[in-house]
Nanobody, 128 residues
Framework: QIQLVESGGGSVQTGGSLRLTCRTT????????LAWFRQSPGKEREGVAA????????YYADSVKGRFTISPDNDKNAVYLQMNSLKPEDTAMYYC?????????????????????WGQGTQVTVSS
């Protein structure tokens, strides 16, 4: 059974940075998609960034391109989300998720139903 544990959330001011960590256990590194999602009150959960571990190809939502970077660490069974130039609209609960051996195109789309394993989330708050 795959378990995911997120950490690294917190409160920062606009323009600040945070690095989120997702540690996985029982996870097979090949042919899978690791992703970060976020959800703020009253809004649907949305995909932020994903990495297709078959080729280490990365995907990003338009709203975070150029500011966020997702990176896997195979040795530590972890995936990181470096978030720079944070904005108040980035405020949300951030979740780590893994797929069930989906194709790269589905990894890129970051649709919630395609991800079968989720962490409990870590809160990110950006103040203006």
């Amino acid at each position: 059974q795959i378990q995911l544990v997120e950490s690294g959330g917190g409160s920062v001011q606009t323009g600040g940075s945070l690095r989120l960590t997702c540690r996985t256990t029982g996870y097979m590194y090949s042919n899978n998609c690791l992703a970060w999602f976020r959800q703020s009150p009253g809004k649907e959960r949305e995909g932020v960034a994903a990495v297709y571990t078959g080729g280490d190809v990365t995907y990003y939502a338009d709203s975070v391109k150029g500011r966020f970077t997702i990176s896997p660490d195979n040795d530590k069974n972890a995936v990181y989300l470096q978030m720079n130039s944070l904005k108040p609209e980035d405020t949300a609960m951030y979740y780590c998720a893994t797929s069930k051996n989906i194709a790269s195109i589905l990894c890129a789309l970051m649709e919630v139903p395609d991800f079968g394993n989720w962490g409990q989330g870590t809160q990110v708050t950006v103040s203006s």
